[in-house]
């Protein structure tokens, strides 16, 4: 079917009264905000067969995909817009893909084609969300939401719940407040039995936003006209929006090629010579055209109504998105010599945040030094706890000494080597969980730079995974040295030493007299007590300072010294490569805001 040259039938229709609110919807719909804010739409339900599509094709001037059992598998939005400048032109959109084209004729082949990449070939459905924009001087300005036809039983093909699938995707779309609900009834059956009323008496009880259409008025049977009557006058199941009757193209007349045009003036003709019905034209309850001007003021209606929630979430999202486009706008110059200066100031704004965590003078997501603090802190804790394994092992050792360890001595005398053994080999248990801390803290730091790493170049893959790499290695690097301190360290407490000054304060502190000459082995335990508080006191320190000192303070320098050699080399280019989806999340970043702003303007002007 070819599209119809000729006067519009919407051509009277107040189009600069009516067009800026579903222009404006529609702007909000195409930059997601219906995923945050409910908008004002109409969605049209029906049975299967019901005559949804030829009502549809009627107000658009296209054909749309017909047949048996299940035609519309996933929602269709229709924009129809009237521009008078425009002879005809479409766009297709679902998905990441957009299609232009200006022939009437395709609009079939790319909804289908549609539907089949996002519902799959066969028979299912999706709730992905097909838009199809008309531009014609031959259409009304309006907004529908196509769904699919209800279905009560599966066909060969289907899923055996498809019923229950279509009616959960319509609720998904109906029990919006916002939602316009065309509620399309054939004139031949029984309304109270339409599954399509039903579900809309369920989310709308009152009938303050349903609006049903009467379809096939001419196969009805002789003598049921008053009974639509009554239905059309809202005497029967009342709807706050009441009813419009329509006669589209029936099969047969799609089968003799009647065109559009020629069956909206055929309508015309039946309801002006029908003998009960030609009063509904007076009261305009009959006729596409009137069902067109009907549906454009309540959607109008709708949108003003929520034009302060609208503008309120449309300025959240200007603040949003203006923030996100502040993170990546900035990007590299081109000029060579500029270029070069703006990667001294990335590399010098990176080292300049590693230096300042390093420090202490920055956060990033958790204090680095709050968190080593509390690993010394359970450092301390366990060489506090390792004292009383200590005391118990050395007075146990003191008071089997005669039988275990004695020599050729006299009582009252011992062998110094025997308790030395014992304390080295009590210290030494101390070296596991020194190193477990270093591990910890290592994680910690490690976190933290990668963190900031992401942070400063994500915009740079590049040096992203350079920063990354030198990260990982200078980490490993200086942790093999911490480890060989730390053993260094326990080897050197393997000699049992400090000053005499420091282990007589000591001695003193636990209550033993100095350098008396009547000591005995009973004053043993105190004297060693005391020598192990000076070791707990020296690892108590040592080890957090070196692990900071080498995983933090010297990482932190080294990391700033090896990304600084990266100036000297000639691939500017290359180092400072865009992540390739950055450009393409930059520019559609740019298109929402734009959007939003002229959203924001639309609204202040509206």
């Given at each position: 079917?070819?599209?119809?040259?000729?006067?519009?039938?919407?051509?009277?229709?107040?189009?600069?009264?009516?067009?800026?609110?579903?222009?404006?919807?529609?702007?909000?719909?195409?930059?997601?905000?219906?995923?945050?804010?409910?908008?004002?739409?109409?969605?049209?339900?029906?049975?299967?067969s019901?005559g949804k599509?030829?009502?549809?094709?009627?107000?658009?001037?296209?054909?749309?995909?017909?047949?048996t059992g299940?035609?519309?598998?996933?929602?269709?939005?229709?924009?129809?817009?009237?521009d008078?400048?425009?002879?005809?032109?479409?766009?297709?959109?679902?998905?990441?893909?957009?299609?232009?084209?200006?022939?009437?004729?395709?609009?079939?082949?790319?909804?289908?084609?549609?539907?089949?990449?996002l519902?799959?070939?066969?028979?299912?459905i999706c709730?992905?969300?097909?838009?199809?924009?008309?531009?014609?001087?031959?259409?009304?300005d309006?907004s529908?939401?196509?769904l699919?036809?209800?279905?009560?039983?599966?066909?060969k093909?289907?899923?055996?719940?498809?019923?229950?699938?279509?009616?959960?995707?319509?609720?998904?779309?109906?029990?919006?407040?916002?939602?316009?609900?065309?509620v399309?009834?054939?004139?031949?059956?029984?309304?109270?039995?339409?599954?399509?009323l039903?579900?809309?008496?369920?989310?709308?009880?009152?009938?303050?936003?349903?609006?049903?259409?009467?379809?096939?008025p001419?196969?009805?049977?002789?003598?049921?006209?008053?009974?639509?009557?009554?239905?059309?006058?809202?005497?029967?199941?009342?709807?706050n929006?009441g009813?419009?009757?329509?006669?589209?193209?029936?099969?047969?007349?799609?089968?003799?090629?009647m065109?559009?045009?020629?069956?909206?003036?055929?309508?015309?003709?039946?309801?002006?010579?029908?003998?009960?019905?030609?009063?509904?034209?007076?009261?305009?309850?009959?006729s596409?055209?009137?069902?067109?001007?009907k549906?454009?003021?309540?959607?109008?209606?709708?949108?003003?109504?929520?034009?302060?929630?609208?503008?309120?979430?449309?300025?959240?999202?200007?603040?949003?998105?203006?923030?996100?486009?502040?993170?990546?706008?900035?990007?590299?110059?081109?000029?060579?010599e500029?270029?070069?200066?703006y990667?001294?100031?990335?590399i010098?704004?990176?080292?300049?945040?590693?230096?300042?965590?390093?420090?202490?003078d920055?956060?990033?997501?958790?204090n680095?030094?709050e968190?080593?603090?509390?690993?010394?802190t359970?450092?301390?804790k366990?060489?506090?706890?390792?004292?009383?394994?200590?005391?118990?092992?050395?007075?146990?050792?003191?008071d089997?000494?005669?039988?275990?360890?004695?020599?050729?001595?006299?009582?009252g005398f011992?062998n110094?080597?025997?308790?030395?053994r014992?304390?080295?080999?009590?210290v030494?248990?101390?070296?596991?969980?020194?190193?477990?801390?270093?591990?910890?803290?290592?994680?910690?730091?490690?976190?933290?730079?990668?963190?900031?790493s992401?942070?400063?170049?994500?915009?740079?893959?590049?040096?992203?995974?350079v920063?990354?790499?030198?990260?990982?290695?200078?980490?490993?690097?200086?942790?093999?040295?911490?480890k060989?301190?730390?053993?260094e360290?326990f080897?050197?407490?393997?000699?049992?030493?400090?000053?005499?000054?420091?282990?007589?304060?000591?001695?003193r502190?636990?209550?033993?007299?100095?350098?008396?000459?009547?000591?005995?082995?009973?004053?043993?335990?105190?004297?060693?007590?005391?020598?192990?508080?000076?070791?707990?006191?020296?690892?108590?320190?040592?080890?957090?300072m070196?692990?900071?000192?080498?995983i933090?303070?010297?990482?932190?320098?080294?990391?700033?010294?090896?990304?600084l050699d990266?100036l000297?080399?000639?691939?500017?280019d290359?180092?400072?490569?865009?992540?390739?989806?950055?450009?393409?999340?930059?520019?559609?970043?740019?298109?929402?805001?734009?959007?939003?702003?002229?959203?924001n303007d639309?609204?202040?002007?509206?």
């Amino acid at each position: 079917m070819s599209y119809d040259d000729g006067p519009s039938m919407f051509q009277d229709q107040l189009a600069e009264k009516v067009r800026p609110f579903i222009d404006l919807v529609d702007n909000m719909r195409s930059i997601g905000i219906d995923k945050e804010l409910p908008l004002p739409a109409i969605a049209v339900v029906g049975d299967q067969s019901s005559g949804k599509s030829s009502v549809l094709e009627t107000l658009s001037g296209v054909a749309l995909p017909r047949g048996t059992g299940i035609v519309t598998r996933c929602p269709l939005l229709l924009q129809l817009c009237n521009d008078r400048t425009v002879k005809w032109e479409a766009v297709i959109s679902y998905g990441e893909k957009v299609f232009d084209f200006d022939e009437p004729s395709e609009v079939v082949n790319h909804v289908e084609q549609a539907q089949n990449e996002l519902a799959g070939e066969g028979l299912g459905i999706c709730e992905h969300l097909i838009t199809l924009k008309i531009t014609s001087s031959m259409v009304c300005d309006l907004s529908l939401i196509d769904l699919p036809g209800i279905a009560r039983v599966a066909v060969k093909g289907q899923p055996d719940d498809i019923g229950a699938q279509i009616k959960n995707l319509i609720l998904k779309f109906i029990k919006n407040k916002r939602t316009i609900i065309l509620v399309v009834v054939p004139c031949n059956v029984d309304i109270a039995t339409t599954e399509a009323l039903k579900m809309a008496q369920e989310v709308d009880p009152e009938g303050t936003r349903t609006q049903a259409i009467l379809t096939k008025p001419d196969l009805i049977d002789p003598g049921a006209e008053n009974n639509v009557l009554e239905i059309v006058h809202n005497k029967v199941i009342f709807l706050n929006m009441g009813y419009v009757i329509v006669k589209c193209r029936g099969q047969k007349n799609i089968d003799e090629n009647m065109s559009i045009t020629d069956a909206i003036e055929e309508e015309l003709e039946f309801f002006q010579n029908h003998e009960h019905f030609r009063s509904l034209l007076r009261e305009e309850k009959a006729s596409t055209k009137c069902l067109a001007t009907k549906l454009s003021n309540a959607l109008v209606k709708h949108i003003k109504k929520s034009l302060p929630q609208m503008s309120a979430t449309i300025k959240e999202r200007l603040v949003e998105v203006k923030h996100l486009l502040s993170q990546i706008e900035d990007r590299p110059p081109l000029e060579p010599e500029e270029k070069r200066k703006y990667l001294i100031q990335v590399i010098t704004d990176f080292n300049d945040q590693i230096t300042q965590l390093s420090n202490g003078d920055m956060i990033v997501e958790e204090n680095l030094f709050e968190l080593m603090r509390k690993e010394f802190t359970e450092w301390m804790k366990c060489l506090e706890n390792a004292k009383s394994h200590y005391h118990e092992v050395m007075q146990q050792v003191v008071d089997e000494y005669d039988q275990k360890h004695r020599g050729s001595e006299l009582p009252g005398f011992s062998n110094y080597r025997v308790f030395q053994r014992v304390v080295q080999k009590l210290v030494a248990e101390l070296k596991r969980p020194a190193m477990m801390t270093l591990q910890t803290i290592r994680d910690m730091v490690q976190k933290q730079f990668d963190h900031l790493s992401r942070e400063s170049f994500k915009n740079y893959p590049y040096l992203h995974r350079v920063s990354m790499r030198k990260n990982e290695t200078i980490q490993e690097k200086q942790s093999t040295i911490v480890k060989e301190r730390i053993v260094e360290q326990f080897e050197m407490e393997m000699q049992v030493y400090t000053q005499d000054e420091i282990f007589n304060k000591h001695s003193r502190m636990e209550g033993t007299a100095e350098g008396s000459v009547h000591d005995t082995r009973s004053k043993y335990p105190e004297l060693l007590k005391a020598y192990y508080e000076i070791v707990v006191q020296r690892l108590a320190d040592q080890v957090p300072m070196l692990i900071s000192y080498f995983i933090l303070k010297q990482s932190a320098k080294i990391v700033c010294s090896e990304m600084l050699d990266l100036l000297h080399r000639d691939d500017t280019d290359n180092i400072l490569q865009e992540d390739s989806e950055i450009e393409q999340y930059r520019a559609k970043l740019q298109a929402q805001l734009d959007c939003l702003i002229l959203a924001n303007d639309k609204i202040s002007s509206l």
